[in-house]
């Protein structure tokens, strides 16, 4: 369990350092963020299809893993959907500058005031990833090791990402580095409590998380990362996003 938490802390230090690179490296080049977020979201393809997925599949067959896939799925869209309405749009630069554009403002009193739903919102997009360690660690057959890395591979976009929309929204540099701190802590949470109470249940229960979290992920990935990467990289990122999962795939392997 202790384990678990590491893993959840380290892949969650990732947002904390992308966060410290938004803040305090003036002009990020946009093609730069477009890039890392591209190979990052490859990265975590890779993992969820040939990890998570197939682990879920081997224990609980196709009712198990399609149940729990298409859940995470929903979960993360009708999250995503309510936090947005709610004024967290500015938990990632993309979001922010499409709502912006689409109202014609950024610094109005309803984003403004949208702080719980912009931290609600980095909960929603790490506490997945987080989870899916915990329960690939118990699994065994270094799925917990493929999922850090892959983790803390896309973390480092979402942080630079994440606090380049805050500070687009008003917020302070005090309260950015509290709000990845809070979720740095509650990725590690997730990571424990993943090991702990699902990482030994039946094996239908098993499945069905490991494939929830995987939807979750992959509704995460094509509703922010990629369109923020496409947006940012142009259509270079392609490859970059072919080349992470690539990498991603073999590193999976050797780890088993």
């Known amino acids: ?48 299809t040939f990890n998570l997925m197939e682990k879920a599949y081997e224990s609980g067959g196709f009712d198990s893993v399609s149940v729990g896939f298409i859940s995470g799925a929903l979960f993360f869209v009708g999250g995503d959907y309510l936090i947005d309405s709610c004024g967290g749009h500015f938990r990632k630069l993309w979001h922010g500058k499409r709502h912006a554009a689409k109202e014609g403002t950024v610094n109005n009193s309803k984003h403004v005031n949208s702080g719980f739903a912009i931290f609600l919102g980095a909960l929603l997009d790490g506490i997945p ?10 699994a065994g057959e270094g799925i917990g090791l493929s999922m850090l890395v892959a983790v803390f591979l896309s973390n480092l976009p979402e942080g630079i990402s994440g606090s380049l929309g805050m500070k687009e929204s008003g917020k302070s540099n005090i309260y950015i580095m509290t709000i990845w701190s809070i ?74």
Do not use: Q, W
């Open 1 to 48: 369990m202790i384990i678990a938490g590491i893993y959840g802390l380290i892949g969650g230090v990732a947002l904390f350092i992308g966060a410290l690179f938004g803040i305090y490296v003036k002009n990020v080049p946009k093609r730069v963020v477009g890039v890392i977020m591209a190979f990052g979201s490859g990265v975590l393809i890779s993992a969820l």
């Open 129 to 138: 990833e987080s989870a899916a360690i915990g329960i690939g660690l118990a």
């Open 183 to 256: 979720t740095i802590a509650a990725c590690s949470g997730a990571a424990m409590l993943g090991y702990t109470l699902l990482g030994h249940a039946s094996p239908d229960i098993i499945a069905m998380t490991l494939a929830l979290a995987a939807g979750a992920i992959l509704a995460m990935i094509a509703d922010t990362m990629m369109p923020e990467a496409f947006e940012e990289g142009g259509r270079f990122v392609a490859l970059v996003t072919a080349t992470g999962f690539l990498l991603a795939f073999i590193v999976s392997h050797m780890a088993k």
